[in-house]
């Protein structure tokens, strides 16, 4: 999903607020929700690419301004919903007040069915992909060149994880990309590594 | 997903939040006990002295240091640090004079936070996940970190479910330093590569 | 620059608001900023492109949330501000309120040296482009390939008009892409044309 | 850009307008006069009844619509419009069975303003901006207009100085009707493409 969570490269920001402020928590209930997001997961009620969709799913001027257990506490909520363990209305009641939820969920995807496997050293192409649903594919890496480093175990396939879709688990690549491949003049000299789905890159032909 | 349409004002965050914790926990899907528990891991275990100790141990122990490069999750565990089970490889990137390494997650905000500690607020704003990976060097001057032009950045971005944690360079000056004292070097900080760990005084 | 408001083909947003309730304006002072401003391109204080890469230029949260009218109010304040017209602190004084300004200006750019020029039915390729100050290039389309259908005779060059850098005026070309070029499957299927300027292109080769 | 460190809450955007009005007419950058002809411009001339005439004129002079598809500026201009200096091109979009044209502005907001009058609040909205390049068909039915699979839909974002309108297609029942009895007709939303001309009664 092309979303504003999508959030690499972008430009506009200001500077990191970074310094001794800097806190995990500002209050209890942060630490409350942080708990209970984890334990709907370890109950079996979402897994975590359901999470993080969710998140990705919320109004985007909503996701843009929400702290971070904003986010977390929207992704709780909505999927509470979805899944039938309390509706809306409930959570509006017992709130007080409106409970701005997540948008709809759409449809998943499982792996592509072509794919390569790739070994350390290879050069690849991420394809030039475009997803509706949930995809861990940052958007700054579409249709670049980079280099295997290493590969990973297999993980489940997050573009069907977070829909319920049946899929095999895919190894996951570190590529490396040369941030001038990646925005050309526009960026500091540096090596970018992204951990990239085997579905999400083609062989460098 | 019916709303509640006599409701006028959107409820403040504490209230949404005391809700769904109210509607979970009359369910039985969370217990007073499992809460008192995952809080507890977030304020009392969770923390970055964790990751210090094996920073620490890396230092000082060239064979676990080994291992520890070779597979993360594994040389933690020795420790007695667990990953969750969808933290499924812990790397471990080791910054020289040559290689500066600093982590990031630009879709959301993962990290290896039973290794290194929950990441503070500015790790999971939209600021820093949104500059590090493009102008790496200038956000780390900006964070206080003005690299030698002749080392080399290395940026990691979380997409998936590989962790990464930095082992940084051991200060000098600490050449007799027991392993406990040069923990208290180590910074969460130096563990994301946004600073260095603390000069020995 | 890559900013919030390139948002062609951004997901995750809701229907669209319309109906008998649309207007032009909401309330008087609307109509008499929008009135300031085109004086204001009149007196020859900022010309059209400074004025739409100062909207560009607000804090990413507040271009979100604010309204048409209130992002044409900060990008008018923020270049009296700027050249001198006016200072900050008494905009403040007299608003009674901190008054937030758009982000300071970075660096323009001049044409592309080694452009061609191109005729309608060229096949033509956008620039893999990257630019940090004020570009008219949609993100959408970079790195795609379509077909040129007509020529405009020269504007001022955007990118250099935004940053008082000198420039020549640059022909720009209609050119069509199809909706799946751009967006794989992701996308209804559908022609869609874009203004492109001469520095943005590159011949298909 | 020093601020004002003794205010603390942002000025509503109200507040925000008067000042900047005000210290654009105190220093006279704006006069009275010009405020008031840049308002009646907005709220009495640049209304859609004048792209109105444009287009019933279109559908009933042959020769006109000719012009008007060839140099849709010089064209308008026989009707007493006249574009912005920076409104360097008017390139009419002409529907038919086959082609639907809708227009937008990704970017910002830009529109012929002049001509088709200036835009309604949802052309401006990050929803339309967003989606209308993307998912046409699909935000073409949302707002009411539910094209025929064989139509084939043109989007055109105004990205450069060029402006942009839609000659809709004449209503069927309309042959003996006059040019004025047409423009009752001609909305904007059909010159915007989101709409077909109102049909006859």
């Known amino acids: 999903m092309d979303g504003v969570h999508d959030l690499g490269g972008k430009q506009g920001f200001g ?21 209970l997001y984890a334990i709907a997961v370890r109950q079996g009620i979402f897994n975590m690419d359901e999470y993080r ?38 959570l509006e009641t017992l709130a007080g007040g409106l409970f701005p939820l997540a948008r709809a969920l759409g449809t998943g995807r499982t792996n592509v069915p072509n794919r390569s496997s790739y070994n350390p050293g290879d050069w690849v192409r991420v394809r030039d992909l475009y997803v509706s649903g949930h995809v861990r594919l940052p958007s700054y890496i579409r249709g670049k060149v980079g280099r295997v480093i290493a590969v990973s175990p297999p993980y489940p396939f997050p573009d069907a994880q977070a829909h319920g879709v049946q899929a095999q688990d895919e190894p996951t690549y570190d590529v490396q990309f040369h941030s001038h491949e990646l925005w050309s003049d526009a960026a500091d000299d540096a090596l970018v590594h992204v951990g990239v789905f085997e579905s999400y890159l083609e062989p460098l032909t | ?131 590090v990976v493009r102008d790496s060097r200038t956000v780390l001057r900006e964070m206080g970190l003005d690299l030698p032009a002749e080392t080399q950045v290395r940026v990691w971005d979380t997409t998936a479910d590989t962790r990464y944690m930095v082992l940084p360079l051991r200060p000098a000056g600490t050449d007799h330093w027991s392993e406990s004292q040069l923990a208290t070097l180590v910074t969460q900080d130096s563990m994301i590569g946004v600073a260095r760990a603390l000069e020995a005084k």
Chains 1, 3 share one sequence.
């Open chain 1, 15 to 35: 500077a990191v607020g970074h310094g001794p402020q800097a806190k995990v928590f500002h209050s209890d209930w942060e630490k409350r929700i942080n708990a």
């Open chain 2, 1 to 131: 997903m019916e709303s509640n349409s006599d409701l006028k004002a959107v409820a403040a965050p504490v209230e949404r939040a005391a809700a769904i914790e109210m509607a979970l926990t009359s369910r039985g899907v969370a217990t007073v006990e499992d809460l008192a528990e995952r809080v507890h891991l977030a304020d009392e275990v969770w923390l970055p002295e964790r990751g210090a100790r094996v920073v620490a141990k890396a230092w000082t122990d060239p064979v676990f240091r080994t291992r520890l490069l070779a597979n993360g999750k594994s040389a933690v565990a020795e420790l007695g640090i667990e990953l969750p089970a969808h933290h499924r490889h812990l790397v471990v990137l080791e910054n020289s004079h040559e290689v500066h390494n600093v982590i990031c997650c630009t879709l959301c905000s993962c990290t290896a936070l039973t290794v290194i500690g929950l990441p503070p607020d500015w790790y999971k704003d939209l600021e820093y996940r949104a500059r």
């Open chain 1, 53 to 90: 969709h969710a998140i990705e799913r919320m109004e985007p001027r909503h996701y843009m301004c929400a702290s971070y257990y904003e986010r977390t506490l929207t992704s709780l909520a909505t999927l509470c919903v979805e899944k039938g363990v309390v509706t809306h209305a409930e």
